[in-house]
């Protein structure tokens, strides 16, 4: 079950990215070139939403079998940084961008003005990617590659 799910989440992170970033260069290129917002604006917002939210459900049940969360050994934990990372800083940081990528898409729908709509993907989604980011450089883990 660890190495499925491992998998899952570990490859899953390429659809997250490349849709994340397709969604962003659509957004800055809607909001700085004052075009409308398009249904592909939306299609790229809405597999963003999808994968980044099953990467964040897959995430959850790995943490449960993976020997690296050890949130039942939270006074041990702490004070390794391999495990602190993978039992605190990993969720706490990806489940803020998740959140962030959340609020950019909900404001999207709900402003009325194309350029607002575009503002609000570039900013929350760009904030998402920077926490994303953050959260793998931290972690030591290959960006692009697989480790294990
Ligand atoms: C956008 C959200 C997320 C992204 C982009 C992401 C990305 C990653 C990456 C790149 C890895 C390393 C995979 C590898 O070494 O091949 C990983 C591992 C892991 N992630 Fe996430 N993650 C996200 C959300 C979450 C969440 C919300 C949780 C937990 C609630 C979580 C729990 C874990 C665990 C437990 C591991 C495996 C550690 C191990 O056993 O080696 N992830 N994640
Ligand atoms: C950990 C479990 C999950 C939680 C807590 C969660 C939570 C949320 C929240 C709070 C929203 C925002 C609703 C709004 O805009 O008012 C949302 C939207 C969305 N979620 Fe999730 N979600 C989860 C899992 C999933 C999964 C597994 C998928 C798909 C495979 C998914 C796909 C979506 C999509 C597509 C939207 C945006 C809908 C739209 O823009 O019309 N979510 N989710």
């Known amino acids: ?30 909001w700085f070139g004052g075009k409308e917002f398009t249904k592909t604006n939306r299609i790229f917002n809405l597999v963003t939403m999808i994968s980044t939210h099953l990467q ?5 049940f790995l943490y449960f079998v993976s020997p690296l969360a050890q949130y039942n050994n939270m006074g041990e934990a702490m004070k390794n940084s391999t495990l602190r990372y993978w039992t605190v800083e990993h969720l706490v940081m990806m489940l803020l961008a ?8 909900s404001k999207s729908k709900k402003l009325l003005n194309a350029s ?3 503002r609000a993907v570039a900013i929350y989604f760009g904030l998402g990617l ?8 931290q972690s030591g883990r290959p960006l692009l590659g697989i480790s294990h």
Do not use: D, P
């Open 56 to 60: 964040a459900l897959f995430g959850i």
């Open 116 to 118: 607002a709509k575009h």
């Open 98 to 105: 998740v959140v962030l990528i959340t609020i950019g898409n």
């Open 1 to 30: 079950m660890y190495e499925v799910l491992f998998q899952a989440h570990s490859g899953l992170r390429f659809i997250v990215f490349f849709a994340l970033i397709i969604a962003l260069i659509l957004a800055f290129a809607g």
């Open 130 to 137: 920077i926490v994303i980011l953050a959260a793998i450089v």
